[in-house]
């Protein structure tokens, strides 16, 4: 006999949509009469080998509705990277309170644990339907044209840049902006959207998918400056030499490294301070500013893509109806089609668990340090309506009488 439960979970880094997709899954399971109980685990895979569930059937709608608008993960979340044997204790727990269903919302670690759970399913002969609802702000999960909370992000980037390249205007220097993505640029190639006129900002932008090089990049640096009289930079966190080092731990003297042992890149401001010290170093310029934008990127209340919030409702509601009307698991996936529409389709997890997808060539210039308008038409309808706007005066010069020349 079927128990109707469903469990439902978020896991990585939190977004400004990600509460939508969960929304999506419970509003929607809701609706189908075989479902008894939508249970929610605190704080990812580590709340449910914990057993912290809570009843998510008990939330009233309009409070649902409430936390789907606000960002970051409304049961938390954790940066657990689970093994086997973890998601085997996964497993266990999830039998033992006689799950049927298991939505697990996150990134590429995420879907890998959700291809796993589904395995260790299957080898035990326990019916488990077994879904992995995309969102990472990298937008870098293989088989979506993009990814939910990708677009906020980008939006909150656009803006960002066309605001520091106002101030760079007023008070001419070089800027030097820092971006999250270790392995994808997609989030720093957002920056280009924020300009206007020709002479704007980003005039320079570096991703992970060219190799940096700090001598080019100083002259880069150096003609730009010559050029415009400023220059500002959107660089990723993730930028690397030819052997793949991370820049970051090159330049730096002591290197903080995560849980997993990767150089940790994100909120340190280690990487525009020591961009920022070789520029006025190296090329003598006196005033050189550096930003790490770290995690207001990632949940900033202030800009979320309308875009973005639909998609991410849909990819929640859509998740449920292919675990109960679909025969398979697997990982829902956003197509483009047309200018501007989207499809949805259920790809095999295998196909998206633990790859990384990166930027395509088309996106990027042949110099390495710009964005084409082939990104620029794909990124544009993601970013929402009500993108704000910049505005210059028209100067008219008026004659000079004691410093004539």
Request: charged share 25%; with cysteine; net charge negative.
């Amino acid at each position: 006999m079927s128990s109707g439960k469903i469990l439902v979970a978020q896991g990585g880094g939190p977004t400004a949509v990600i509460n939508q997709s969960l929304v999506g899954v419970v509003l929607e399971a809701r609706r189908f009469r075989n479902v008894t109980r939508v249970y929610g685990a605190m704080h990812g895979v580590r709340g449910i080998v914990d057993e912290d569930f809570v009843d998510l059937t008990q939330e009233t709608s309009h409070n649902l509705e409430l936390v789907g608008k606000t960002p970051s993960s409304a049961l938390g979340s954790t940066r657990d990277k689970p093994d086997l044997a973890y998601c085997h204790k996964i497993f266990e727990v999830l039998r033992a309170h006689e799950i049927e269903h298991f939505f697990y919302i996150g990134g590429n670690d995420s879907s890998d644990t959700v291809r796993i759970v589904s395995l260790e399913a299957q080898k035990a002969g326990y019916p488990l339907r077994c879904i992995h609802i995309p969102k990472t702000i990298d937008n870098d999960l293989v088989g979506n044209d993009h990814t939910p909370g990708f677009p906020s992000a980008a939006r909150f980037v656009a803006q960002a840049f066309a605001g520091a390249n106002l101030d760079n205007a007023a008070l001419p220097g070089v800027y030097v902006g820092v971006v999250m993505g270790r392995h994808a640029g997609f989030l720093t190639a957002a920056a280009a959207l924020g300009k206007k006129f020709p002479d704007d900002g980003p005039h320079l932008i570096y991703l992970p998918e060219r190799t940096f090089v700090i001598e080019q990049f100083l002259a880069d640096v150096k003609a730009t400056y010559e050029r415009y009289g400023r220059c500002v930079i959107a660089v990723s966190e993730g930028i690397h030499d030819a052997s793949g080092a991370a820049i970051a731990s090159l330049l730096s003297s002591e290197v903080e490294r995560d849980e997993h042992g990767n150089v940790q890149l994100s909120g340190t401001g280690a990487l525009a301070d020591l961009l920022c010290d070789e520029i006025k170093a190296k090329l003598g310029i006196k005033r050189v500013r550096g930003d790490t934008f770290g995690y207001l990127q990632r949940s900033f209340i202030g800009c979320v893509s309308d875009v973005d919030q639909r998609e991410a409702r849909e990819v929640g509601e859509k998740a449920v109806q292919f675990a109960m009307w679909g025969q398979r698991d697997g990982s829902v996936a956003i197509k483009r089609t047309g200018y501007y529409s989207v499809d949805y389709e259920l790809v095999p997890l295998d196909s998206v668990a633990g790859k990384t997808r990166v930027m395509d060539d088309a996106f990027i210039s042949e110099c390495g340090t710009d964005v084409t308008d082939a990104f620029r038409l794909y990124l544009r309808p993601l970013l929402g309506s009500g993108m704000p706007d910049a505005f210059r005066l028209r100067p008219a010069p008026v004659a000079k009488i004691l410093n004539k020349q």
